[in-house]
């Protein structure tokens, strides 16, 4: 049986990119991106919804994205969503899903007013486990 797991989104960085290092030396990227969504209610009213995602970049891309991204930045980022899970110091288990990058469109210009790099990098083979994460 045939499956797919793709995700696309556009929105803005809510915070500056975090890298981090893993014990083996694999660089990684994380951040936040807001999507909005406007719509009118039944009654006429228009309203605005966000959605926040959290995003994890690895290897070279990692590096690009701490490089190249800050607060308040347009993306287009495109990758699979995976849902880790672990059991935190009070022994409650905790879920995150996030969207693995295997690429990361940078749609505005920096802060210096020049166009920034489009990279593409493929996520690392096979699963990563939560150990591997430093965060």
């Known amino acids: 049986m045939a499956s797919l797991n793709k995700v696309m989104i556009i929105g803005n960085l809510g915070s500056e990119p975090e890298m981090r290092f893993t014990p083996a030396g694999k660089p990684v990227t994380s951040f936040s991106v807001a999507t909005n969504r406007v719509y009118t209610t039944p009654e006429g009213e228009r309203k605005e919804e966000t959605e926040w995602f959290n995003v994890v970049a690895w290897n070279k891309l990692a590096e690009q994205c701490n490089q190249f991204l800050g607060k308040g930045r347009l993306i287009y980022c495109e990758g699979r969503l995976r849902t880790r899970s672990w059991e935190g110091q009070d022994g409650q288990k905790h879920y995150r899903t996030e969207i693995i990058a295997n690429r990361v469109t940078f749609l505005d210009r920096d802060r210096q007013g020049s166009p920034s790099p ?16 430093p965060f």
């Open 118 to 133: 489009e990279e593409k990098e493929e996520a690392p083979v096979g699963d990563i486990e939560p150990d591997d994460i």
